[in-house]
Protein backbone atom coordinates (compact mmCIF):
# COMPACT_ATOMS: atom_id res chain seq x y z
CA UNK A 1 0.00 0.00 0.00
CA UNK A 2 1.00 3.54 -0.44
CA UNK A 3 -0.11 4.98 2.74
CA UNK A 4 -2.24 7.91 0.91
CA UNK A 5 -5.28 7.25 3.07
CA UNK A 6 -3.70 9.23 6.41
CA UNK A 7 -5.62 10.20 9.04
CA UNK A 8 -5.91 12.55 12.01
CA UNK A 9 -8.47 11.37 14.26
CA UNK A 10 -10.06 13.55 16.89
CA UNK A 11 -12.82 13.33 19.35
CA UNK A 12 -16.05 14.03 17.37
CA UNK A 13 -19.65 14.85 17.90
CA UNK A 14 -21.42 13.24 15.59
CA UNK A 15 -24.89 15.92 16.11
CA UNK A 16 -22.01 18.54 14.44
CA UNK A 17 -20.15 16.16 12.05
CA UNK A 18 -23.35 14.19 10.16
CA UNK A 19 -26.15 16.71 9.81
CA UNK A 20 -24.31 18.76 7.71
CA UNK A 21 -23.14 16.17 5.64
CA UNK A 22 -26.33 14.78 5.14
CA UNK A 23 -27.67 18.46 3.70
CA UNK A 24 -25.10 18.57 1.00
CA UNK A 25 -26.80 15.97 -0.81
CA UNK A 26 -30.55 17.29 -0.67
CA UNK A 27 -30.03 19.23 -4.03
CA UNK A 28 -28.79 16.10 -5.57
CA UNK A 29 -31.06 13.65 -4.17
CA UNK A 30 -34.01 16.77 -5.09
CA UNK A 31 -32.68 16.71 -8.78
CA UNK A 32 -33.32 13.29 -9.22
CA UNK A 33 -36.62 13.51 -7.17
CA UNK A 34 -35.54 11.37 -4.49
CA UNK A 35 -36.75 12.20 -1.05
CA UNK A 36 -33.70 12.05 1.29
CA UNK A 37 -34.02 11.91 5.00
CA UNK A 38 -31.74 11.73 8.02
CA UNK A 39 -33.31 10.85 11.73
CA UNK A 40 -32.22 12.53 14.36
CA UNK A 41 -29.80 11.94 16.55
CA UNK A 42 -30.04 10.78 20.67
CA UNK A 43 -28.65 13.78 22.40
CA UNK A 44 -27.15 11.03 24.93
CA UNK A 45 -24.99 9.61 22.13
CA UNK A 46 -21.24 10.42 22.98
CA UNK A 47 -18.64 11.49 20.97
CA UNK A 48 -16.60 8.94 18.59
CA UNK A 49 -12.66 8.81 17.18
CA UNK A 50 -12.52 9.56 14.31
CA UNK A 51 -11.08 11.93 11.56
CA UNK A 52 -13.73 13.90 10.40
CA UNK A 53 -12.81 14.62 6.47
CA UNK A 54 -12.85 10.67 6.27
CA UNK A 55 -15.75 10.26 8.21
CA UNK A 56 -17.45 13.18 5.81
CA UNK A 57 -15.86 10.65 2.88
CA UNK A 58 -17.33 7.62 3.60
CA UNK A 59 -20.88 9.00 4.07
CA UNK A 60 -20.51 11.38 0.70
CA UNK A 61 -19.42 8.12 -1.01
CA UNK A 62 -22.35 6.33 0.50
CA UNK A 63 -25.02 8.96 -0.28
CA UNK A 64 -23.68 9.43 -4.01
CA UNK A 65 -24.27 5.65 -4.60
CA UNK A 66 -28.12 5.42 -3.03
CA UNK A 67 -28.69 8.70 -5.13
CA UNK A 68 -27.48 7.14 -7.77
CA UNK A 69 -28.77 3.75 -7.60
CA UNK A 70 -32.29 4.91 -6.85
CA UNK A 71 -34.94 5.60 -8.98
CA UNK A 72 -37.12 8.76 -9.46
CA UNK A 73 -39.30 8.87 -6.52
CA UNK A 74 -37.45 6.86 -4.56
CA UNK A 75 -36.06 7.35 -0.75
CA UNK A 76 -33.18 7.54 0.67
CA UNK A 77 -32.67 7.67 4.73
CA UNK A 78 -29.90 8.36 7.03
CA UNK A 79 -29.65 7.34 10.67
CA UNK A 80 -27.09 6.87 13.22
CA UNK A 81 -27.17 5.87 16.90
CA UNK A 82 -25.78 2.31 18.66
CA UNK A 83 -25.95 -1.12 17.52
CA UNK A 84 -25.25 -3.55 20.48
CA UNK A 85 -25.99 -6.53 18.09
CA UNK A 86 -24.05 -5.54 15.10
CA UNK A 87 -20.98 -3.06 16.60
CA UNK A 88 -21.08 -2.97 20.42
CA UNK A 89 -19.62 -0.17 21.61
CA UNK A 90 -19.71 1.63 18.45
CA UNK A 91 -21.93 4.46 16.67
CA UNK A 92 -23.73 2.62 13.67
CA UNK A 93 -24.19 5.14 10.55
CA UNK A 94 -26.92 3.57 7.88
CA UNK A 95 -27.63 4.89 4.79
CA UNK A 96 -30.86 3.05 3.58
CA UNK A 97 -32.32 3.02 -0.44
CA UNK A 98 -35.08 2.09 -2.13
CA UNK A 99 -33.15 1.29 -5.13
CA UNK A 100 -32.54 -1.74 -7.29
CA UNK A 101 -30.41 -3.52 -4.59
CA UNK A 102 -27.84 -6.30 -5.48
CA UNK A 103 -27.72 -9.93 -5.41
CA UNK A 104 -26.13 -11.95 -2.46
CA UNK A 105 -22.95 -12.67 -4.08
CA UNK A 106 -22.30 -9.36 -4.90
CA UNK A 107 -22.95 -8.26 -1.11
CA UNK A 108 -20.23 -10.61 -0.60
CA UNK A 109 -17.69 -8.58 -2.98
CA UNK A 110 -19.06 -5.05 -3.63
CA UNK A 111 -16.24 -3.80 -1.03
CA UNK A 112 -13.33 -5.63 -3.15
CA UNK A 113 -11.42 -3.57 -5.19
CA UNK A 114 -12.14 -2.33 -8.53
CA UNK A 115 -15.16 -4.45 -8.39
CA UNK A 116 -18.59 -2.99 -9.97
CA UNK A 117 -21.70 -5.03 -10.03
CA UNK A 118 -22.94 -5.84 -13.00
CA UNK A 119 -25.97 -3.75 -14.14
CA UNK A 120 -28.08 -3.10 -17.54
CA UNK A 121 -28.02 0.66 -16.23
CA UNK A 122 -25.91 3.70 -17.49
CA UNK A 123 -25.48 4.42 -14.09
CA UNK A 124 -23.99 1.82 -12.91
CA UNK A 125 -20.81 1.79 -14.85
CA UNK A 126 -19.60 5.62 -14.53
CA UNK A 127 -17.27 5.15 -11.40
CA UNK A 128 -13.96 2.86 -11.21
CA UNK A 129 -14.69 0.31 -8.15
CA UNK A 130 -12.85 2.00 -5.73
CA UNK A 131 -15.40 3.90 -3.83
CA UNK A 132 -16.86 1.23 -1.89
CA UNK A 133 -12.85 -0.04 -1.44
CA UNK A 134 -11.55 2.86 0.01
CA UNK A 135 -14.79 3.24 2.43
CA UNK A 136 -13.89 0.01 4.15
CA UNK A 137 -10.04 1.09 4.02
CA UNK A 138 -10.92 4.14 6.00
CA UNK A 139 -13.67 2.78 8.51
CA UNK A 140 -10.91 0.01 9.14
CA UNK A 141 -8.33 2.16 9.66
CA UNK A 142 -10.61 4.04 12.07
CA UNK A 143 -11.23 1.19 14.11
CA UNK A 144 -14.94 0.67 12.89
CA UNK A 145 -16.32 -1.95 10.19
CA UNK A 146 -18.43 -1.50 6.75
CA UNK A 147 -21.21 -3.70 6.31
CA UNK A 148 -24.12 -3.90 2.97
CA UNK A 149 -27.42 -5.54 3.84
CA UNK A 150 -29.53 -5.57 0.01
CA UNK A 151 -31.35 -7.75 -1.68
CA UNK A 152 -31.57 -7.35 -5.30
CA UNK A 153 -35.15 -5.33 -6.63
CA UNK A 154 -35.95 -4.47 -2.72
CA UNK A 155 -32.95 -1.67 -1.96
CA UNK A 156 -29.81 -1.88 0.19
CA UNK A 157 -28.57 -0.65 3.55
CA UNK A 158 -25.06 0.30 3.91
CA UNK A 159 -23.64 0.64 7.03
CA UNK A 160 -20.38 1.48 9.04
CA UNK A 161 -19.36 2.09 12.46
CA UNK A 162 -16.72 4.19 14.28
CA UNK A 163 -15.64 3.67 18.28
CA UNK A 164 -17.59 5.35 20.50
CA UNK A 165 -15.29 7.25 22.87
CA UNK A 166 -15.41 6.44 26.76
CA UNK A 167 -13.60 7.21 29.43
CA UNK A 168 -14.34 3.63 31.17
CA UNK A 169 -12.85 1.94 28.35
CA UNK A 170 -9.48 4.73 28.50
CA UNK A 171 -9.21 4.71 32.22
CA UNK A 172 -7.53 1.06 32.55
CA UNK A 173 -4.71 3.20 30.49
CA UNK A 174 -4.75 5.89 33.14
CA UNK A 175 -4.37 3.48 36.11
CA UNK A 176 -1.17 1.42 34.37
CA UNK A 177 0.11 5.14 33.84
CA UNK A 178 3.45 5.35 36.31
CA UNK A 179 3.00 8.10 38.62
CA UNK A 180 4.61 11.26 37.99
CA UNK A 181 7.06 12.13 40.64
CA UNK A 182 7.24 15.33 42.18
Known amino acids: RTGKLRLHSRL ?3 RRL ?5 DSFKPAAHDRGITL ?7 SLPPVVADPARVTQVLANLLTNAIKFTPEGGRVSVCAGRDPLEAPGQLCV ?5 GCGMEAADCARIFDEL ?5 ST ?15 ELVTQMGGRIWVESEAGQGSTFNFSLPLWSFRDRLPGFLAAPAAEA
Open 115 to 119: YQVER
Open 37 to 43: TFEPLPE
Open 12 to 14: LVP
Open 94 to 98: SVADT
Open 122 to 136: ANSRQGLGLGLFICK
Open 18 to 22: LPPAV
